[in-house]
Nanobody, 126 residues
Framework: QVQLVESGGGLVQAGGSLRLSCAASGSIFSLNAMGWYRQAPGKQRELVATITSGNTTTYPDSVKGRFTVSRDNGKNTVYLQMNSLKPEDTAVYYC????????????????????WGQGTLVTVSS
């Protein structure tokens, strides 16, 4: 079972910064694309950032220039550095990762996965 554990959420004033971390654990053969999504109260979940295994990143206009996604492949961890936070950034932030895991049973097999973290709350006060 592949699990994603998020940390770094909390309360911050407008203009402040937070750094979110998401560590993937379990029997992982490889991690491919990873990303962050968020869901604000009364709104649908939206993409915040994605990063490929080749470190190609994407951001929506709402966070472009303020948020930076990065990854540490040795630690199976993806980060989201959030600067110049605004009240509208308030949301539950979810980590996502897709890749290939290893299953140990009678035979060792590889199995693709798409995992989500439990979410971490980011609250930005005005």
């Amino acid at each position: 079972q592949v699990q994603l554990v998020e940390s770094g959420g909390g309360l911050v004033q407008a203009g402040g910064s937070l750094r979110l971390s998401c560590a993937a654990s379990g029997s992982i053969f490889s991690l491919n694309a990873m990303g962050w999504y968020r869901q604000a109260p009364g709104k649908q979940r939206e993409l915040v950032a994605t990063i490929t295994s080749g470190n190609t990143t994407t951001y929506p206009d709402s966070v472009k220039g303020r948020f930076t996604v990065s990854r540490d492949n040795g630690k199976n961890t993806v980060y989201l550095q959030m600067n110049s936070l605004k009240p509208e950034d308030t949301a539950v932030y979810y980590c996502n990762a897709e890749g290939v895991g290893v299953v140990y049973g009678v035979l060792r097999t590889n199995r693709p996965f798409n995992a989500w973290g439990q979410g971490t709350l980011v609250t930005v006060s005005s």
